[in-house]
């Protein structure tokens, strides 16, 4: 701004300040419920201070699962929930950035055809085709398998546009020097073209991961074994039951657990975070 | 070791633009070439045609022998530098020189002894780890050249690669390219848009405009006897003064001389061939100007004049004087002054005879 | 835009290249898209055995279904509040978090971090908050007098849900206000300063409408989230309920198909969100075309 008024910046403070506590509060509370015991949370007169239960809760969620709410012990849906939203990030990225090689640097019949078909799944998201796409999953037994959890979810145009935008803007000499240096589509692929793409393909990795990871309908759908939930879909069935009985201690602990490893990525990796979120969207 | 013969080269686009409409030359071998003309002339897509990075659609394009026409730019035996240098940003400056060598599975040890050679010659030795981005533009541009020298290839191409230099590092490189060349005696084809890169680098000139070859010939030639008013405009600068004659003036300023008699023709006088004196010379030319405009550069003056008698109907073409004016260039900072009327005169010989089309010199 | 430079000579080399993308785009998105189609116009028997065509007999009996109508309220309401809501405060944040404050980079890290909060988790977090029995905050509206209840009372359950749905996209909206105003030159809003405009007229004057393309990308971004991405917090929060106050037109879709078994009509539905979502795309296209200029 303009202007030096030192109010003006005592209200930016304020202002923002309100919103981080507004945005931090939820969380705050959760975690100070992960420390208590069931008790003291059901009471509804939990402290807003931390408990002296959090190892007991965290080592309960994780490694022996609650009682009748909860029989699966989270461990086991961390993991799961690691290995689809490693395998929708690597999968989309690997089909995608392919794919953008073929329509940007090749020219062949029915190549606008082919970008044209991948443009077009912007449209349909996995929520309007849900049973349908259940249907041919199911026939392709791959109901409760990781390959289910992550196959349809890595087709989609963003990884192509993306890719697509980023090699527009390298520029053609390169190719030009590398067919003159020798190099052929493979060569020119593996010793120019992925080692510029290295930012791109790790800001679209940050953000397929998060997205991965926050998946919700399809797991839901396609696992019907307690095991194959990832740790999403499983906090909700923490708490389907007659509400005094749910374990809300652990609930929360799985919740904290849940958001963990995609909050840290946004933390530590916040700038490449920005870039693919704009990048993806723009 | 080879020289390049170009036959009939031409280029049509999908759509049906004429790029070029059909080139001959020969550059022989060792022999510096220098395309020239205004942008959009042709002379870049020329270049990339030897090079393999564009398709031919009629002619033959040979190296060494060898009609390459249908053959990949890796193996034509050839090495381009850029204009904008295409350093591959993510390797060294030693991986950038040895990439090409490696794809064509050279041993390591001989990679290294030209890798380290090139660097010597251009003065890269201590830079050889560095990438791209941590280097000027000068050692950029010395990095692009270094990549096309360890190929030891039968030809080099330039695709104006002093142009996003500052003026000063682009005479200096115009040196040290002119010495490497001779050094290693490879044989150059290099464009430019650049007329005093093109005079002094080149061993030929070939003076391009739309699409096709105006004139060719060794640079001086060009320059004391231009073929077109184009090329009479473009090669030197300030450009030669050209200016319309009407039959009868040709008539009585070329009395005598049968091949300059009968039609009407543009008349050109090169700048520095002027003398400002009182004095008409015998069967020269005498102008007599107003003083508009001067321009001290120290060791000369340039003098900007309007003739008093315009003469209608001139040709336009790039380059080209405002009819009516004259530039005469005088030796020194001694000047007329503005507005006062001057007398400037040239001798018969450094008179230059144009057909009224611009297309034909009429030798005198 | 088109690359000039291309490899002309590989022949089968590009489609080998769009084959894993092309094979899984088909098989996870037209097949079952176009499923989803022919369904809508078949009925099937309680086991799935036999199919007949019954034509639009589902659609007709769709918009003949009162419950259809409410879901559809229920989004245009729950989509205006969230979209409007989350905008309003991301801009008032952006703004404050524009100026040149020292502590603004830990601000920023601190108001995007809910982006990677789950929507189900977060759902999950503002449902354990007011929980009627439990909610550390329940007590004290309840101490307000007022009967708080958002299991039991609709307009309860609407407004937890959409208190999680923006708390969800505040990070979001805000990221890019923030990047849109940083975009903005300083001069302009200096010469503002120089002729004479205070802060809030330069605000609505000069920023705001300078702003607009962002606004307006965000406003469709910010729908076509309420749509879809709001599934888990309804799903972990209400369930659709307290009778059906909270059912959206995709939650129906799911609930249709899923607990009531009708597939028909579940498909029926499903063509109609894909009609909407190819309406908003269109909308959307407007900002995509700039990097697709085919």
């Keep these: 701004m303009v202007e030096h008024r030192p109010w003006n910046d005592i209200i930016a403070y304020a202002i923002l300040t309100l919103g981080v506590f507004i945005v931090a509060f939820p969380v705050y509370v959760a975690m100070i419920a992960s420390t208590h015991d069931a008790a003291t949370v059901v009471g509804g007169r939990m402290p807003l201070s931390p408990g002296g239960h959090a190892l007991e809760n965290y080592y309960r969620a994780i490694f022996v699962g609650g009682s009748r709410t909860a029989p699966e012990p989270v461990g086991q849906l961390l993991l799961n929930s690691f290995i689809s939203a490693i395998g929708i990030a690597v999968g989309k990225i690997c089909i995608s950035i392919l794919s953008a090689y073929a329509v940007v640097y090749f020219r062949f019949p029915f190549r606008k055809t082919a970008f044209w078909i991948i443009f077009v799944t912007l449209m349909l998201p996995v929520e309007v085709r849900i049973y349908p796409t259940y249907k041919v999953v199911a026939d392709l037994r791959m109901l409760d398998t990781y390959a289910g959890l992550i196959l349809p979810l890595i087709a989609s145009a963003t990884g192509t546009l993306l890719f697509r935008q980023f090699f527009m803007t390298v520029p053609d000499e390169l190719l030009e020097a590398s067919r003159i240096d020798g190099a052929g589509p493979f060569r020119f692929f593996k010793d120019t073209l992925l080692p510029l793409s290295i930012t791109t393909i790790s800001a679209l990795f940050v953000i397929q991961f998060i997205y991965g990871w926050n998946q919700y309908l399809w797991p839901l759908l396609i696992t019907t074994q307690d095991s194959m939930q990832t740790i999403v879909t499983g906090i909700k069935k923490m708490l389907v039951t007659t509400d005094e009985l749910a374990e809300w201690q652990l609930a929360m602990a799985t919740a904290v657990l849940a958001m963990l490893p995609p909050v840290a990525v946004v933390i530590f990796m916040q700038r490449l975070f920005v870039r693919g979120l704009v990048e993806t969207e723009k | ?364 | ?294």
């Design chain 3, 1 to 294: 835009m088109e690359k000039s430079a291309v490899f002309n000579s590989s022949r089968l080399l590009p489609y080998a290249l769009l084959a894993p993308q092309l094979i899984i785009t088909f098989v996870f998105f037209y097949w079952p898209a176009s499923q989803a189609v022919l369904q809508s116009f078949k009925r099937e028997d309680a086991f799935g055995l036999v199919s007949e065509f019954v034509g639009l007999e589902n659609y007709h009996a769709l918009f003949a279904q009162p419950e259809y109508y409410r879901a559809m309220l229920t989004t245009l309401v729950f989509s205006t509040l969230v979209a409007g809501l989350s905008l309003l405060i991301a801009l008032l944040f952006a703004t404050q978090a524009d100026k040149n404050l020292k502590a603004a980079p830990a601000y920023k890290t601190f108001m995007i971090w809910p982006y990677a909060v789950a929507p189900a988790v977060a759902g999950v977090l503002w449902f354990f908050i007011f929980h009627p029995s439990l909610g550390t905050l329940a007590r004290p509206l309840r101490g307000l007098g007022l009967d708080w209840n958002p299991l039991l009372n609709g307009n309860h359950a609407m407004t937890l849900v959409v208190m999680s749905a923006v708390w969800k996209q505040i990070a979001y909206n805000f990221l890019f206000f923030l990047a849109g105003l940083q975009s903005i030159p300083k001069s302009v809003i200096e010469a503002g300063a120089i002729d004479g405009a205070g802060p809030m007229r330069r605000f609505w004057t000069i920023v705001f409408p300078l702003l607009s393309p962002t606004t307006f990308f965000l406003l469709v971004v910010n729908v076509v989230y309420v749509f879809f991405d709001t599934f888990g917090i309804i799903d972990a929060v209400t369930g659709g309920g307290p009778a059906g106050a909270t059912t959206t037109m995709v939650y129906k879709v799911y609930a249709d198909g899923r607990l009531g078994g009708n597939l028909g009509g579940s498909a029926a539905q499903s063509v109609v969100l894909m009609v909407i979502v190819i309406a908003l795309t269109a909308v959307q296209f407007k900002y995509v075309e700039r990097k697709v200029q085919y």
């Design chain 2, 1 to 364: 070791m080879a020289n390049v013969v170009l036959r009939d080269v031409r280029k049509t686009y999908t759509g049906g633009f004429e790029a070029i409409k059909g080139i001959d030359f020969e550059v022989g071998d060792g022999q510096f070439c220098v395309l020239v003309g205004p942008s959009g002339c042709g002379k870049s897509t020329l270049l990339r045609m030897v090079a393999g990075l564009e398709t031919i659609t009629s002619g033959d394009i040979d190296i060494g022998g060898r009609i390459v026409n249908q053959i990949e730019p890796a193996d034509r035996d050839i090495a381009m530098v850029f204009q904008n240098y295409a350093l591959y940003p993510h390797m060294t400056v030693y991986n950038n020189m040895a990439y090409g060598l490696r794809n064509r599975r050279m041993p390591e040890p001989e990679i290294d002894t030209r890798v380290q050679e090139a660097a010597r010659i251009l003065e890269l030795s201590t830079m050889l780890d560095r990438k791209p981005r941590q280097l000027s533009g000068g050692q950029r541009q010395r990095v692009a050249m270094g990549r096309a020298i360890v190929r030891q290839p039968k030809v080099f191409l330039f695709d104006e690669p002093l142009s996003n230099l500052d003026a000063k590092l682009r005479i200096a490189m115009r040196v040290e390219i002119r010495k490497l060349q001779r050094r290693l005696n490879t044989t150059s084809i290099y464009v430019t848009h650049d007329q005093l890169e093109a005079m002094t680098l080149a061993d030929i000139l070939v003076v391009m405009n739309s699409g096709r070859v105006e004139q060719i010939g060794n640079p001086l030639d060009i320059y004391q006897k231009p073929a077109t008013t184009f090329v009479a405009s473009f090669i030197g600068a300030p450009p030669m003064n050209l200016m319309p004659l009407r039959a009868d003036e040709i008539r009585s300023q070329f009395a005598g001389d049968s091949r300059a008699a009968g039609e009407s023709g543009i008349l050109g006088i090169r700048p520095e061939d002027f003398v400002i004196s009182a004095e008409t010379i015998a069967g020269g030319i005498a102008l007599d100007l107003t003083v508009e405009a001067i321009e001290r550069v120290g060791a000369e003056t340039f003098v900007y004049g309007t003739r008093q008698h315009e003469i209608q109907g001139v040709a336009a073409n790039p380059g080209e004087l405002p009819p009516g004016e004259v530039i005469v260039r005088i030796p020194g900072a001694v000047a007329p002054a503005i507005g006062e009327r001057i007398k400037a005169v040239a001798p018969r010989e450094n008179l230059h005879l144009f057909s009224a089309d611009g297309r034909q010199r009429i030798e005198l």
